[in-house]
């Protein structure tokens, strides 16, 4: 006679789902919507979200939530998707590319398809937008995507269970998750080349590794909320002005701002604000 399971408590992970470091992944038309190439790569997009669904549910999870993060919001293929997960797809969300972290349910996070930071080493490397940044600087610290977020899941009291890039994305994330767990689906070569792996292995490798990282999905106490400053750096001057139309962002060189928020959460919203508006000052061919 098999005992009957036994549930102390229900289990949510959220599932951040990048693009530039999924499986296949290696150059520009690879991510942008509309092209021949987004479209064949949307699969294997995909098949990695979907084996990260599948190892969760296997480890106990009840709840998987997909939050699409890729620029238009509306990549993956929900019909190829395990129908246990739940999506949510499209854009203008309060925290963008982890939006539904801050509603107190979620255990764990998982960051899948994510990439390294602008004027990092990593395939194709940026932090928000393609172009123009050329680095990001979070207390001091170089930033990614990846550590950008990791301050915001922290302050929610919210571990990061599972990374998934290329190798280099895994080895940033050891920075800000050193106990999640990562899978490279490739190995960078350059910011539009790298040495990667068959969908059947890599879905096989990501399957693996979030039966294993679930454990440590475990929601604690949120702490205070801390200031951070964040300064970026871009590659024109113009830009500058751009940004510091966005309250309390200040030039603090040629072609670098600066500002200071009172929490993670008001820091992510004011680095999007200020991403949006500086991509409307960029011209298709000076930049």
């Not at 084996?51 to 620029?71: K, P, Q, S």
């Not at 293929?77 to 997960?85: G, H, P, S, T, V």
């Not at 490279?184 to 590794?209: G, L």
């Not at 964040?230 to 966005?246: P, S, W």
Request: aromatic share 8%; charged share 25%; net charge negative.
């Amino acid at each position: 006679m098999v005992a009957d399971r036994v549930t102390f408590r229900d289990m949510k992970i959220l599932i951040s789902a990048d693009m530039e470091g999924a499986t296949g992944v290696t150059w520009p038309a690879d991510v942008l919507p509309g092209t021949p190439q987004w479209e064949r790569c949307r699969s294997m997009f995909t098949s990695d979200v979907d084996a990260a669904v599948r190892g969760f549910f296997e480890a106990g999870a009840d709840e998987v939530l997909i939050n699409e993060a890729h620029w238009s919001m509306r990549n993956l293929l929900l019909e190829q998707l395990d129908e246990r997960a739940e999506m949510l797809t499209g854009r203008h969300k309060s925290l963008s590319m982890i939006e539904g972290i801050q509603h107190g349910d979620v255990d764990g996070v998982a960051f899948l398809g994510y990439h390294t930071g602008a004027g990092s080493e990593g395939v194709l490397a940026h932090t928000f937008l393609a172009n123009s940044l050329t680095g990001v600087w979070a207390d001091g610290v170089r930033a990614s995507e990846g550590y950008l977020n990791s301050l915001v899941t922290a302050e929610y009291g919210v571990p990061i269970v599972l990374v998934t890039g290329d190798d280099r994305t895994v080895e940033d994330a050891k920075g800000y998750a050193p106990e999640a767990g990562g899978v490279a689906v490739k190995d960078y070569v350059s910011r539009y080349a790298a040495v990667c792996r068959p969908p059947a292995r890599t879905a096989a490798e990501i399957r693996d590794a979030a039966r294993r990282a679930a454990p440590l999905a475990a929601r604690r106490t949120p702490p205070a909320p801390e200031p951070h400053t964040i300064e970026i750096e871009f590659d024109a001057e113009h830009l500058v002005g751009a940004a510091t139309v966005v309250p309390g962002v200040a030039r603090t060189a040629e072609r670098r701002v600066s500002y200071t928020s009172p929490s993670a959460y008001e820091a992510i919203r004011c680095f999007k604000a200020v991403t949006t508006v500086v991509s409307s000052a960029v011209e298709e061919q000076y930049g």
